[in-house]
């Protein structure tokens, strides 16, 4: 049946109103890189300070080796971490700012060195595998995923510095933990500074779509945290919005 005209003109007009709607949802803000998962209905908008790295980097032989959040204790949560699948793994760029050292005099006339390491972060999105999941851990707790933000809590040498709490990104509820202190780690496989630095993480979880999503956030520079847990993810159709969108502070010294 042939449309009339005003009724052509109706149509037209939507179109052209849904039109730069879409494609606003779909470009990047400036100083960000896209990234996106079909399988995961999932995309994402990072700063595009951070590269992508080897997810040998952060999972080896199926171990977690992300400094700051790798190490914790409770056993049922580091074989869980064995089902962690990588998505994607950003690294900070090392074009950013080098090592620096200062040096002043003391009032006992010795000599007072201070160093500040060069800014480091690193962004994991992992996915659980139900399959790993499932086999291995068949009675696995409702709790599993509020678990998992959580890790970063229970590394050796690290404090929690928010309550972990739900909240919403758009209509996804997200788990989030945050953390911060000087990590040890015994596992050998996992890479040690040269020297003890406080580091800052984050941890978030969700289940998106039948998918078991955790993010990990970590960096020795607490503005740098805050800047890469801004980073916004697009579930879906949903809007692009902020994966953490409150500023994070530091634990009293």
């Not at 928010?162 to 040890?184: D, E, F, I, L, T």
């Not at 500074?193 to 078991?212: D, V």
């Amino acid at each position: 049946m042939a449309l009339s005209f005003s009724t052509r003109i109706f149509a037209t007009a939507i179109l052209a109103a849904a039109l730069p709607v879409a494609a606003i949802a779909q470009t990047p803000a400036p100083n960000t890189t896209e990234w996106e998962n079909e399988g995961l209905a999932l995309r994402l908008f990072y700063p595009s300070d951070l590269v992508k790295a080897d997810p040998e980097k952060v999972m080896h032989n199926g171990r977690l080796t992300l400094l700051g959040v790798s190490g914790a204790p409770d056993p049922k949560l580091a074989e869980a971490t064995r089902c962690l699948r990588p998505r994607l793994v950003l690294d900070l760029s090392q074009s950013g700012q080098a090592q620096t050292s200062k040096t002043q005099p003391t009032a006992d006339g010795g000599t007072q060195v201070t160093i500040t390491p060069a800014v480091t972060a690193t962004i994991l999105l992992a996915e659980l595998d139900i399959d790993c999941m499932n086999s291995e851990h068949p009675n696995t707790s409702t709790t599993l995923l509020p678990d998992m933000a959580e890790l970063v809590n229970k590394v050796p040498g690290m404090k929690s510095i928010v309550q972990p709490a739900w909240y919403n990104v758009g209509w996804q509820k997200v788990h989030m933990a945050a953390a911060q202190g000087q990590p040890s780690n015994s596992d050998p496989a996992s890479a040690q500074p040269a020297m003890p630095q406080t580091l800052y993480t984050m941890g978030l979880s969700t289940n998106w779509n039948n998918h078991l999503l955790v993010w990990y956030f970590s960096s020795n520079n607490i503005d740098t945290l805050n800047r890469i847990t801004k980073t916004t993810v697009r579930f879906g159709r949903a809007q692009a919005a902020p994966l953490y969108p409150n500023p994070m502070g530091t634990a009293a010294p």
